[in-house]
């Protein structure tokens, strides 16, 4: 600090600063140090306190004994005679000199006092705000360390704790709290310290304090008690906080929150420490900023790899972390004798549900078979959905393909029971494909892929199955995609054909009708029956354009052969109807317009459906079957006796002819079961006026059991082969 009387040399180097020189630097440097002589100093280099006390001293010692020689000279030449003063001097001039001299020694001497007195405050006020700035600075890097120390935790949980621990650090509090915003215009506690009553309060913007902060977004300083009548008396009651803060949590003009802090009982907090609580609210405000930010990327980053590893409608896992999991049970060491087993099942039938009444309700069968398939295995096997009706299951610790069906087993148990969809009943049945480490495959991959050939090869011998996977199925899975593809050629090609199986009065041996059964006449594999080629139709969609292809072409033939041959009273042309088509909305129309377009009477037409077809979605079918009775066509029950039907089913649906299936025909002859069962379904059908004919005769004694049954109509083998088109008109010809 320099004093006030000397010159500034900062003022005068700025001055001079164009025209110094190295040779006139010295010149400068000299007279700066001249200047400081002048004012008693060695230099203008800022002097510390002590050195200037030392000044002071040296100052009076000099004055006291100047003084002291000045006044024994003045007394000498007064008082003693015997001094006499040279000739020349006036004794009153020489004592005139002495007491001026005395006196501007004073006057100098006191200058002096009072400038090393300024000097000396100055020095004072600099060492006290040197002091404050020290203070200031070790608040900073306490800000600067909990910024720090905040901003490397991201868990907001512990951030707010570190805000709170930072702040006790900074300010010596007694307790603290964080309100954050929550909703519009209300604060929510979030965290506390120390014996805080804020815990679990909650503030509408305005209401208190801390609502007053959140709402003008400026700090407050509290002196003294708050509501004093709230706070218990007597010696072992909580004492109030006789001064508190809070400070707004701003970020980029975000109000995120509060923070409050009490000082201890008998503490009082000042201005200075309400700026350096807002100063460190800033911090505090970018460290919840962060946190929040950091948790919402982490949220989102596991929900995307939960969603792409779950099945987000099932909640299930998909086959990029089912094949994981399997992968891991394969690397695993396990005892000698323990297996690896996968089932793959596919819901048998679930594209008429979609396709029916829509992607919910299949969505809700969906999800209410994972449902079941979580109750019916291992707390430590590991379930899949891979998409559409497609599922497996993880079965470890096997030590034979019979350990994995007995799992499959109970999962086709989970079948007995209907799905419900809104006040709908469905009954679903599944395929069920098992591949076991060791046969024929080591990885996951290889395990998946066996397990998907034996469920197709479940799908391809019935449905509703249970198959192990061999060897062999590899090359017969080839062959079927092979025929697949074959398939889609012959539709496109037209090497598909209609025979005509005639069914007959097993009393009177007449021809009542006809079924139409397609065929497939192969380059190469000759003539195929249905049974052939229509389950892989079915798997590859295209049982539909199958069923529209054969129900036109068998109308537009027997409408032309009845320009050569009269058709007789009553003769039906039955058509087969397969599920997928029964609950197709476009069925009826489709089957207005083949007979407006070929003229065959609607009478005459009998549509043949299977008993798995009504139970599907048995409401919609009604509607179907209803409308296709308003148009004139016959309906007929197919595989009688072998699904689900009930005495309900036949009163529910306009059901005109029932056809009892050709297992309980094969043992008419050496069962008694099946004859009293053919003679109950004979006696329903009069009971009801519904038609019953026999399929599969294939001898005359199955013949003549039925006729001794009663059962009216009947065909098979026995009775006539399939006709081609072109041999149908001959047969019509005989017949009549």
Not at 234 to 241: C, R, V
Not at 324 to 352: C, E, M, T, W, Y
Not at 575 to 590: G, K, W
Not at 666 to 687: C, E, W
Request: glycine share 8%; charged share 20%.
């Amino acid at each position: 600090m320099h004093s006030p009387d000397a010159p500034r040399p900062q003022r005068m180097a700025k001055g001079r600063v164009a025209a110094v020189t190295s040779s006139g630097f010295d010149a400068s440097r000299n007279l700066t140090e001249r200047a400081a002589r002048i004012a008693g100093l060695r230099s203008f280099e800022t002097p510390t306190l002590e050195a200037v006390e030392h000044r002071r001293l040296q100052l009076w010692l000099l004055t006291l004994s100047l003084l002291f020689a000045a006044v024994v000279a003045l007394v000498t030449v007064t008082a003693w005679h015997d001094v006499r003063p040279p000739a020349w001097v006036p004794p009153i001039v020489l004592r005139g000199g002495l007491l001026a001299t005395v006196i501007l020694f004073c006057a100098y001497a006191i200058e002096k006092e009072l400038q090393l007195r300024r000097l000396t405050k100055l020095l004072i006020d600099e060492r006290v705000l040197t002091a404050a700035l020290t203070n200031r600075l070790r608040e900073v890097s306490t800000l600067l360390e909990a910024a720090k120390a905040m901003n490397l935790v991201l868990d907001l949980e512990e951030v707010l704790r570190t805000i709170l621990e930072c702040a006790n650090e900074l300010l010596d509090t007694h307790d603290g709290s964080i309100m954050l915003v929550h909703g519009d215009g209300e604060l929510r506690t979030v965290s506390v310290s120390g014996s805080s009553g804020a815990r679990g309060a909650r503030l509408k913007f305005g209401e208190g304090v801390a609502g007053q902060v959140a709402q003008t977004r400026e700090p407050v300083l509290v002196t003294g008690v708050l509501e004093p009548e709230k706070w218990p008396a007597g010696s072992g009651a909580a004492q109030p906080p006789t001064s508190s803060m809070s400070v707004p949590l701003v970020y980029r003009d975000v109000l995120l929150g509060v923070l409050n802090v009490n000082a201890a009982p008998g503490r009082a907090y000042t201005r200075h420490q309400l700026r350096a609580l807002s100063l460190f609210g800033e911090q505090a405000a970018a460290a919840i900023a962060n946190a929040r930010l950091y948790e919402e990327q982490r949220l989102l980053a596991s929900q995307n790899v939960y969603q792409a590893l779950h099945d987000l409608l099932t909640n299930l896992p998909n086959r990029a972390l089912f094949l994981d999991r399997v992968n891991h049970a394969l690397s695993r060491r396990r005892l000698p004798g323990q297996l690896v087993a996968i089932l793959f099942l596919d819901l048998d039938d679930f594209k008429l549900i979609n396709d029916s009444l829509g992607h919910a309700a299949g969505d809700e069968v969906l999800i209410g078979f994972a449902d079941r398939l979580r109750t019916c295995v291992r707390s430590g096997d590991a379930m899949a959905r891979f998409g559409g009706d497609e599922f497996a299951v993880l079965i470890e610790d096997v030590t034979s393909a019979e350990d994995a069906a007995a799992t499959a087993e109970r999962i086709l148990a989970l079948f007995a029971e209907p799905f419900s969809v809104g006040e709908r009943r469905m009954w679903l049945r599944a395929s069920i494909g098992i591949a076991v480490e060791g046969l024929g495959a080591s990885s996951a991959e290889a395990l998946l892929r066996n397990a998907d050939t034996a469920k197709n090869v479940a799908k391809t011998q019935g449905k509703g199955r249970i198959v192990t996977f061999e060897e062999t199925m590899h090359a017969d899975a080839l062959q079927r995609l092979e025929f697949e593809g074959e398939l889609q050629h012959a539709l496109e090609h037209g090497q598909l054909a209609v025979h005509y199986q005639p069914m007959f009065s097993l009393a009177h041996g007449r021809a009542i009708g006809v079924e139409a059964l397609v065929r497939w006449e192969h380059p190469a594999r000759g003539l195929l029956p249905a049974s052939a080629f229509l389950p892989l139709a079915e798997q590859a969609g295209l049982m539909v354009q199958i069923d529209r292809w054969v129900l036109r072409r068998a109308c537009e033939t027997l409408q032309a052969l009845r320009s050569d041959v009269e058709l007789p009273t009553g003769f039906l042309l039955s058509v087969n109807i397969s599920p997928t088509h029964l609950q197709d909305a476009a069925l009826v129309d489709e089957v207005a317009q083949v007979l407006r377009d070929t003229g065959i009477e609607p009478g005459r037409l009998v549509l043949e459906i299977t008993e798995g077809a009504i139970l599907l979605d048995s409401e919609k079918t009604a509607v179907h079957l209803n409308r296709i009775k308003a148009l004139g066509v016959k309906v007929a029950l197919d595989d009688f006796g072998t699904g689900y039907s009930s005495l309900s089913h036949l009163r529910r649906f306009p059901v005109d002819i029932v056809k009892i299936d050709r297992v309980f025909v094969d043992g008419i002859t050496t069962d008694k079961g099946a004859g009293a069962l053919v003679q109950a379904i004979v006696r329903l059908g009069r009971g009801l006026n519904i038609e019953v004919i026999a399929e599969g005769i294939e001898h005359q004694a199955q013949a003549d059991a039925l006729a001794a049954l009663q059962c009216p109509y009947g065909q098979g083998w026995y009775l006539s082969i399939d006709l081609p088109a072109e041999g149908l008109a001959d047969f019509l010809r005989r017949s009549s």
